[in-house]
């Protein structure tokens, strides 16, 4: 535990049982195709890190990060590319892998990008979903968890840039982000 955290949602060992499961399921839809997993930065990294270590078919790893324009926390449905893949994703077959599933704007868009520049095919494995806050027509093909809207950090997510390196996802005390 920690502090700052209200609840654990997830322990250590439950989100790694989890990511094998999610691998497992990739091995099987992917035999006999290499993959490109895209980590999504920063969120991602430690997700990224875990699945890729579960994985048997042939993978290679590039990293993109990409923020929402517009400003505050409100994501506006175009995103601003900040660091790009080091390969070109033509005739490659992608799974973006991402941390939270929240309101689509920012999958929604990158995903059109990287089929603009002709990926073979584009997957979306996302750890946590938050379906009720949707507001692109857009599904994860693989998901660890669905979670009700609330804000959770750790395993590799954040507040402020802290609580990355928690190794359980967590809800963090309304207090340390200003709220009762
Ligand atoms: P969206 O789907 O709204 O475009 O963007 C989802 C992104 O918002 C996630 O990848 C994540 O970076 C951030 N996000 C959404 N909900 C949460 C949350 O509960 N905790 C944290 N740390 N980030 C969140
Ligand atoms: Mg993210």
């Known amino acids: ?5 209200e609840k654990v949602l997830f322990t250590e060992e ?7 499961e999610l691998a497992d399921q990739i091995n099987r839809d992917y035999a006999g195709t290499e993959v490109v997993l895209v980590c999504i930065l920063r969120g991602s990294y ?17 990293f993109m990060s990409v923020s929402s324009y517009g400003s505050g926390t409100v994501s506006t449905g175009a995103i601003q590319v900040k660091k790009d893949l080091s390969d070109d994703p033509a005739g490659k077959h992608l799974i973006l ?4 599933l929240d309101t689509g704007n920012t999958l929604f868009a990158l995903k059109n990008l ?19 806050r949707r507001e692109k027509s857009i599904n994860a093909d693989y998901v660890g968890y669905e979670v009700p809207n609330s804000f959770v ?13 928690l190794p359980f996802v967590g809800v963090l005390k309304p207090s340390v982000y200003g709220g009762e």
């Open 1 to 5: 535990m920690h502090p700052d955290i």
């Open 14 to 20: 439950e989100v790694h049982q989890r990511v094998k």
């Open 46 to 62: 430690i997700f990224t890190a875990d699945l890729s270590r579960y994985l048997t078919v042939p993978t290679t790893i590039d």
């Open 97 to 100: 892998v991402e941390d939270i």
């Open 114 to 132: 990287l089929l603009h520049r002709k990926a073979a095919s584009i997957r979306i494995c996302t750890l946590l979903n938050k379906p009720s």
């Open 153 to 165: 950090v750790g395993y590799g997510m954040d507040y402020n840039e802290h609580y990355r390196n």
